[in-house]
C-alpha cells in the first residue's frame, strides 16, 4: 500500500512540466512523522482492543495493552454470518446512494450552473438549506412517510432517504466547479451543434471528474458511516447495515469491546478502500479552469 | 416553424419517458416495500419479535428460546436501545407493526395503553394463562387505567451492594448489617488505601439515583419515596435535604475517577481489588471476569430509619403487544410461551445474569447461590420498588441525572440545585 | 463509479437528433440558445429538486408544524403558540447548548480549517512519504464514530495516555479528569471532534489546490515573492470557491455534531457539554419532550440558514 499516488504516475508528467522546485526541506517529515503517527494511533489502539479477550478486559480496563492474543473478538463478531450480512447491506446502501446522489445532484448543478434559470440562486440555497436540518427531528416524519408508502424497512427506502438529503450540499458543491468550467469549451461545443445533454455527456461529466471523485469519496464516507438514518428507516435486523449492527453490538448493560473492535475494524475497511481509489483519482485528475 | 414542431414534440417525448421512469421506479418501490413488509408482517405469516436485550448472555438466551418455540414462525430483531426509545412510537403506529416487543413495567406502558395501541393481554392472566398465578403486585403492576393487563412480566433483578467474598477477605472486614457499620467498613478500607465505593456517573449519570433511591427509601420510607416521584411532594422538601445530606456523608467513600467512568468501566477497579463495594443491578455480575463471578456476594443497603418499612428495588422486564398487529392470536401464544415457567427457567439458566423469574412455578433450585439469595431478599422486603425513572418517567430521570451528578461534584450548593430540581421536575409533571 | 454511468450515452445523443442539423450560428444565435433552457434541463432540474422537496422538506415542515404543540409522541399533540420558543428562553440548558455551539462553531471550524489548510498545502506536492502522510490524516474518517467516541474516552481516561504523557513530562499538576470536568469536557470533546474533521477538510482543500494555477505562483516567485505572500496573494484567492464549501461543510457540521459528544459525554456532565442537536434528541427521546425538541430543531436550523446566507450573501457582493 505504498500510496505515492502521485509522483510515480506517467499522466502527470505534463503538468508538473518545468523546472523543479529545490528539494524539500527535512522540516516536513520532522513533522509530519509523529503527526502521522498520532493520527492514525486510534486505529492501532482499535487493533489492540481486538486482539484481547473480554477477561483481560474486564480486570484490566480497556487503555491496557495486550499480553496476549486473542481472536475471541473477531471469531464472536463474525458468528452467524450477522456482520457479513451486514456489511453486504451497507455496501449495497452507499454504492447506491452515492451513485444515485452525484447523479442527480449533476444534472440540477449543471442545470443550474449553465442555464439561466429564474432564480437559481434562491432555488441552490434552498436545496443547500435541506442539507442544514438536522436530522434528529426529522426521524418521526421520515420514518412515518416510509411507512405510508410502504418501503418502510427496505433498503431502498435507506438508499432514498441518503440520497434526498446528500443532494442539496452535492449540488452546492457542483454547481460551484461548472460554474468555472471556462465558456469557450462549450461555445465551441454549441456550434459544432451539440445538444444540452450532449454537453453534460461529454463535455461537462469529464471536466468535473475531480469534485465528483472527492464528492464522491466524501458521500461514501457520509453514508457508510451514518446511523441515524439506518435507524430511523429500519427494524429488521437482517436489513441493518454494518453501523447499526455495531451499534447494536455495544448497546446494553455490558459491552464486549473486543467484538466490537474487531468489528469496527473490518468495517472500516470498505471506506478505506473506496478513499484510496478515489484519493488517485481526484490527485492525479484534470484540473478545472485552469487554462483561464 | 417546421423546426420548433419538433423540438416541442422531442420535449414531449421526452417528459413522457421521464414520467413513465420515474412511475416505473416508484411502482418498483412500493411493491418492493410491500413485499417486504408481508415478509416480516401478519398475515397468517408468524410474527415479529422486537427486543432491545443487547447483553451477549440474555440475547442468546432469548434467540435460545424463540428458535425452541415451535408453534409458529418468530423472527426476531435486536435493535439498539437507543434506537429501540426513539422508534417505539413509531413501531407501535405504524401500519404493520411489530408483534411483541420488549419493555419494561410502568407509566410509559400505560401511556400507549390510553392510546390504544397495546394489546389487551388479560386472557394470559386467567384460568390456565402463564400468567395466572402472578403475584398482585406484578398484576397491578402490568395494568392499564382500566384494570385489564397490557403487559407481561417475565424477569426482575435487583439491587443492592455487591462486594467480592475474597477481597472482604483479604482486608479482614466482614458486610456491615447497620448504618453505623456501613460507615465504620467504609472509614476502614479508607484507611487500608482501598476505594469503598464504585460507581460510574459518567456516561451513565443514572447511576447516581441508585444511591438516591436508597437513602430515601431507608430515611422517609418507600411511601415517601414513590409520591416524591409522582411530583407529590418537592424536592426542597427537609425530607429530601436529609437525603442529600446522608449522600454527602459518602461522597468521601467514592471512587474519585467516577465521574469518568460508565456503569461497566466503574467495575475494573474491583475486578482489581482496588475498590470494595458497588451498589449496583444484578446485571453488573455480566461485567466481571468469568472466573471472578462466583466470587460475587451482595448486602442490602442497611436499614436507617427503623419506623419506616423495608424497600428493595427490583425493577421488571417483560413484553407488550402492538394492538395494530395483526396476528393476535400467535402473539398471544408467543407470549404465553414466553412467560412460562419452562421459558423462564431456561432464560434465567442461560443468561448469566442476575435475574429473577416473575413465575412462583419456576424450581429455582438450581438457580446459583447469589440468585438464590436475590429472590430470598425480595420475598423478604416489606415492599418493592422498581428505579427512579420506572417509578418516576424517563424525562424526571433526565432532572435526576443533572442535580444529583452537580450535587456530587459541588455539595455545597446544594440548596441551589433542590430548587434548580424543583423547577426543572415540574416541568415533567403536566 | 458514478463518473461513468455507460447507460445514459445513447440515450441522451438519440434526444438530440437535430443538433447536427443545425447550421453553424452566429453569435446572436448561440446566446438566444443560451436564453432558452430546453426542456431536458428543466427535467434535470425537477426531479433532483422534487426529490429533496419531497424526503426533506415535507417532513422538515410536517417537523415544524410541531414546534407549536406540546407532544409526547403518544397522545395527540395540543396546539401551545409559542410556548416552547418562551420556554426556551427561560431554560437555562438551552441557553448552555446555544452558547456551546457557538463556541463549538468558532473552535471546531476554525481549528480543522486552518490546521486541514495548513495541512492540505504541507502535502499537495508531491514527494517521497506524502502519501502516506495524507492516508493517515484521512484515516480517521473511515472509523466510524462510535469507535472514535470510545477511542478518545480511552485517551482521556483518568489513568490514560493524556495524564500519563502529562505525568511523563512532569506536568502532574495538569492531570485531570478530562471529561468529568465541566470546564473542559467540553474542549476535549472539540478536540477529539477536530481530530477527525481535518480529514475531511484537508481533502476538500487538495481538491482545490489542484485546480490552482501552477504557473501564476512560479511567475511570483520568479518575481521574488517569498512562499508566504505567494500563498495569500496567490494561491488563496484561486481558492475562493473551496473557501465556501468548506465553509458550508463546517457550519452544517457544527451544527449537526451529535454522534461524538453522544458517545463521549451524553451532554453531562450535568449538561455541560451538551449542545444544540444533542439536547434536542435528548428531549425528543430521552424525555419525549417531541414539541420542544421541534422548537430546539427550528433555531439550529434558523442560525445554519443565518450563518450561510449572511456569507454567501457577502460573498456574492464582493464579487460583484
Known amino acids: 500500500m505504498t500510496t505515492t499516488t502521485t509522483s510515480s504516475r506517467p499522466a502527470r508528467a505534463p503538468q508538473v512540466r518545468r523546472r523543479r522546485r529545490p528539494a524539500r526541506s527535512p522540516w516536513l517529515h520532522v513533522a509530519m512523522v509523529p503527526l502521522s503517527l498520532l493520527w492514525i494511533s486510534p486505529i492501532v489502539f482499535v487493533g489492540f482492543v481486538s486482539i484481547r479477550s473480554f477477561d483481560d478486559i474486564a480486570a484490566r480496563g480497556i487503555g491496557a495493552l495486550p499480553t496476549s492474543i486473542s481472536f475471541e473478538g473477531f471469531i464472536t463478531a463474525f458468528e452467524g454470518g450477522g456482520l457479513w450480512r451486514a456489511l453486504g447491506n451497507s455496501i449495497a446502501v452507499t454504492a447506491g446512494g452515492v451513485f444515485l446522489s452525484l447523479a442527480l445532484s449533476a444534472v440540477a448543478a449543471y442545470a443550474l450552473s449553465r442555464f439561466e434559470i429564474p432564480l437559481r440562486k434562491t432555488i441552490l440555497l434552498t436545496m443547500l438549506a435541506g442539507n442544514l436540518l438536522p436530522p434528529q427531528i426529522l426521524l418521526v416524519p421520515v420514518s412515518a412517510i416510509t411507512d405510508s408508502l410502504g418501503i418502510y424497512d427496505t433498503l431502498f427506502a435507506l438508499t432514498i432517504v441518503q440520497v434526498g438529503f446528500g443532494i442539496g450540499f452535492y449540488t452546492f458543491v457542483l454547481y460551484g466547479f461548472m460554474r468555472n468550467l471556462p465558456d469557450e469549451v462549450f461555445e465551441a461545443a454549441r456550434i459544432d451543434g451539440a445538444g444540452a445533454g450532449k454537453i453534460f455527456w461529454a463535455i461537462v461529466l469529464p471536466l468535473s471528474r475531480p469534485s465528483m471523485a472527492a464528492l464522491g469519496a466524501l458521500s461514501t464516507t457520509w453514508i457508510f458511516n451514518d446511523l441515524i438514518w439506518a435507524m430511523t428507516v429500519l427494524r429488521t435486523e437482517d436489513k441493518f447495515p454494518i453501523t447499526a449492527q455495531l451499534l447494536n453490538m455495544m448497546g446494553g448493560f455490558g459491552s464486549s469491546w473486543n467484538v466490537i473492535a474487531a468489528g469496527a475494524l473490518v468495517a472500516a475497511i470498505p471506506t478505506a478502500v473506496v478513499f484510496f481509489i478515489f484519493q488517485k483519482q481526484f490527485v492525479s485528475g484534470l484540473l478545472v479552469g485552469t487554462d483561464k | 416553424m417546421n423546426h420548433s414542431q419538433t423540438t416541442v414534440s422531442r420535449r414531449n417525448l421526452l417528459l413522457g419517458t421521464g414520467a413513465l421512469g420515474l412511475s416505473g421506479i416508484l411502482a418498483g418501490c412500493v411493491g418492493g416495500g410491500s413485499g417486504g413488509g408481508s415478509q416480516n408482517g401478519g398475515g397468517g405469516g408468524g410474527i415479529t419479535f422486537q427486543n432491545s436485550i443487547q447483553d451477549t448472555s440474555p440475547r442468546a438466551a432469548l434467540e435460545h428460546l424463540v428458535s425452541e418455540y415451535d408453534d409458529g414462525d418468530v423472527t426476531m430483531n435486536s435493535v439498539a436501545t437507543e434506537q429501540f426509545r426513539a422508534q417505539l412510537t413509531n413501531y407501535l403506529r405504524s401500519n404493520n407493526p411489530p408483534d411483541v416487543l420488549t419493555w419494561y413495567a410502568g407509566s410509559v406502558a400505560r401511556n400507549y395503553a390510553r392510546e390504544g395501541l397495546l394489546l389487551d393481554v388479560s386472557s394470559l392472566w386467567e384460568g390456565d394463562g402463564a400468567c395466572a398465578n402472578f403475584s398482585d403486585a406484578l398484576r397491578s403492576l402490568s395494568s392499564d387505567d382500566d384494570g385489564n393487563q397490557i403487559f407481561v412480566p417475565t424477569q426482575y433483578y435487583w439491587w443492592s451492594v455487591f462486594y467480592k467474598k475474597s477481597a472482604f477477605e483479604e482486608w479482614g472486614v466482614e458486610p456491615p448489617s447497620t448504618w453505623d457499620e456501613f460507615h465504620a467498613l467504609c472509614e476502614d478500607l479508607s484507611g487500608q488505601g482501598v476505594i469503598p465505593l464504585a460507581n460510574g456517573i459518567g456516561p451513565t449519570p443514572w447511576m447516581a439515583s441508585g444511591w438516591f433511591d436508597y437513602l430515601n427509601l431507608r430515611i422517609n420510607g418507600p411511601e415517601y419515596h414513590r409520591e416524591l416521584l409522582a411530583g407529590e411532594h418537592s424536592f426542597t422538601d427537609q425530607e429530601v435535604v436529609d437525603v442529600m445530606e446522608e449522600y454527602g456523608r459518602l461522597i468521601p467513600y467514592f471512587d474519585p475517577n467516577m465521574t469518568s467512568y460508565d456503569n461497566q468501566e466503574a467495575v475494573t477497579p474491583m475486578a482489581n481489588n482496588e475498590a470494595a463495594m458497588y451498589l449496583v443491578g444484578a446485571f453488573v455480575t455480566e461485567y466481571f471476569p468469568e472466573d471472578q463471578r462466583d466470587d460475587l456476594d451482595f448486602f442490602s443497603v442497611p436499614v436507617i430509619n427503623d419506623s419506616v418499612p423495608t424497600a428493595e428495588e427490583a425493577p421488571t422486564d417483560g413484553y407488550f403487544a402492538a394492538a395494530r398487529g395483526n396476528n393476535h392470536e400467535e402473539t398471544l401464544a408467543f407470549l404465553d410461551y414466553m412467560a412460562s415457567a419452562e421459558s423462564q427457567e431456561t432464560f434465567i439458566e442461560m443468561s448469566d445474569s442476575g435475574y429473577l423469574p416473575t413465575s412462583p412455578d419456576v424450581d429455582t433450585s438450581d438457580f446459583s447461590p447469589l440468585v438464590q439469595k436475590g429472590i430470598q431478599l425480595l420475598e423478604e422486603t416489606e415492599e418493592i420498588t422498581q428505579f427512579f425513572n420506572r417509578d418516576g418517567s424517563d424525562a424526571l430521570q433526565a432532572t435526576a441525572d443533572d442535580a444529583l451528578t452537580r450535587f456530587l461534584a459541588e455539595p455545597e450548593s446544594l440548596t441551589q440545585i433542590l430548587e434548580d430540581w424543583q423547577r426543572a421536575a415540574e416541568g415533567t409533571f403536566d | ?320
Open chain 3, 1 to 320: 463509479m458514478a463518473v461513468e454511468a455507460p447507460s445514459r450515452t445513447e440515450e441522451t445523443r438519440t434526444a438530440s437528433p437535430q443538433a447536427p442539423q443545425r447550421a453553424p450560428g452566429f453569435g446572436a444565435r448561440v446566446l438566444s440558445r443560451l436564453r432558452r433552457v430546453p426542456m431536458l434541463i428543466w427535467l434535470f432540474l425537477l426531479v433532483p429538486v422534487v426529490f429533496e422537496v419531497f424526503w426533506v422538506f415535507w417532513p422538515a415542515l410536517n417537523s415544524f408544524s410541531l414546534s407549536v404543540t406540546r407532544w409526547d409522541g403518544i397522545t395527540p399533540a395540543e396546539p401551545v403558540g409559542l410556548q416552547n420558543f418562551v420556554d426556551l428562553w427561560d431554560d437555562p440548558i438551552f441557553r448552555t447548548a446555544l452558547e456551546n455551539n457557538i463556541i463549538w462553531i468558532i473552535g471546531f471550524g476554525g481549528l480543522s480549517v486552518v490546521i486541514g489548510l495548513a495541512l492540505a498545502v504541507a502535502l499537495n506536492k508531491p514527494g517521497p512519504m506524502v502519501g502516506l502522510y495524507r492516508s493517515a490524516i484521512f484515516l480517521p474518517m473511515v472509523v466510524s464514530l462510535a469507535v472514535t467516541g470510545l477511542f478518545w474516552r480511552v485517551m482521556y481516561a483518568p489513568d490514560g495516555p493524556m495524564n500519563a504523557s502529562l505525568g511523563l513530562v512532569g506536568l502532574e499538576s495538569l492531570q485531570r479528569q478530562w471529561l468529568a470536568d465541566p470546564d473542559l469536557a467540553l474542549y476535549a470533546v472539540l478536540i477529539a471532534a477536530v481530530w477527525r474533521q481535518v480529514g475531511y477538510i484537508m481533502v476538500l482543500y487538495l481538491a482545490g489546490l489542484k485546480s490552482c494555477d501552477e504557473s501564476l505562483e512560479e511567475a511570483a516567485a520568479v518575481d521574488g515573492a517569498n512562499a508566504w505572500t505567494r500563498f495569500w496573494r496567490i494561491v488563496m484567492p484561486q481558492l475562493k470557491g473551496v473557501h465556501t464549501v468548506v465553509f458550508a461543510v463546517t457550519v452544517i457540521d457544527s451544527l449537526r455534531t451529535f454522534d461524538i459528544v453522544w458517545a463521549m459525554t451524553r451532554g453531562g456532565p450535568y449538561n455541560e457539554t451538551q449542545l444544540l442537536s444533542t439536547y434536542m434528541f435528548q428531549q425528543a427521546f430521552t424525555t419525549g419532550n417531541l414539541g420542544y425538541a421541534s422548537a430546539i430543531s427550528v433555531v439550529i436550523f434558523a442560525l445554519a440558514i443565518g450563518f450561510i446566507i449572511t456569507y454567501l450573501v457577502r460573498q456574492s457582493r464582493n464579487e460583484d
